[in-house]
């Protein structure tokens, strides 16, 4: 898999961030183990011509990688790449079409919504299935159905992931956690800015 002559400086940034991915390295993690700073490292994988140096010391590291990685992560390369948003990214964004633009971090996938993306999880309100630093992948194309996991904005409220019970009657939503330290809410409709099923999480196995 070596970089050609030919190859975009957008491929090399994408191939960058999906060995920093399958190898559960965060920017500053992968940056040493490339010898760069972290700023350099997330100028690339935004699309910054890489330096021979860096194109040869990755070169390197990846193909070492690749022998080690199990067969489901290496079949990952014809895979998409999501862009993953920060808990406080998530909450900027009053629709999809305000998702900041500005994510350093990516994960493979093979969903099939084209506006999906990921969500790194904050806070113990759904332990012990979902924990702080998880990724969940969120399907903005398709409407969350009673019963579901979900990623909801709420006005004034901010971002939660909980349960949701649709209540048709009162035209209410119920959203509960599966730590029963957290009480079930109930909000109205109108209160929400949006609200996103969860197609599956990534497991966040080193906790930091």
């Known amino acids: 898999m070596g970089l050609t002559s030919g190859e975009s400086t957008d491929n090399f940034a994408e191939r960058v961030r999906f060995w920093r991915v399958s190898q559960n390295l965060t920017q500053a993690e992968a940056a040493q183990r490339l010898d760069i700073d972290r700023s350099y490292l997330s100028q690339v994988e935004r699309g910054r011509p890489p330096g021979n140096a860096l194109r040869t010391r990755f070169l390197l590291i990846e193909k070492s990688s690749s022998m080690k990685l199990h067969g489901n992560v290496i079949s990952a390369y014809g895979l998409r790449n999501l862009p993953v948003l920060s808990w406080a990214q998530a909450g900027e964004a009053r629709d999809f079409g305000e998702i900041p633009s500005d994510w350093d971090e990516v994960v493979p996938s ?99």
Request: charged share 25%; proline share 6%; net charge neutral.
């Open 110 to 208: 093979d969903v099939t919504d084209e506006h999906a993306f990921g969500v790194r999880l904050r806070g113990d309100s759904m332990e012990p299935r979902f924990s702080d630093g998880d990724i969940a992948i969120l399907l903005p194309s398709i409407a969350a159905t009673n019963g579901e996991t979900v990623v909801a904005n709420l006005r004034d409220e901010g971002v939660l992931c909980k349960i949701m019970h649709v209540q048709l009657d009162k035209n209410l939503i119920k959203l509960s956690s599966y730590n029963p330290a957290y009480p079930p809410l109930e909000r109205h409709r109108d209160q929400f800015h949006w609200i996103y099923p969860v197609s599956s999480i990534i497991k966040q196995l080193r906790r930091r």
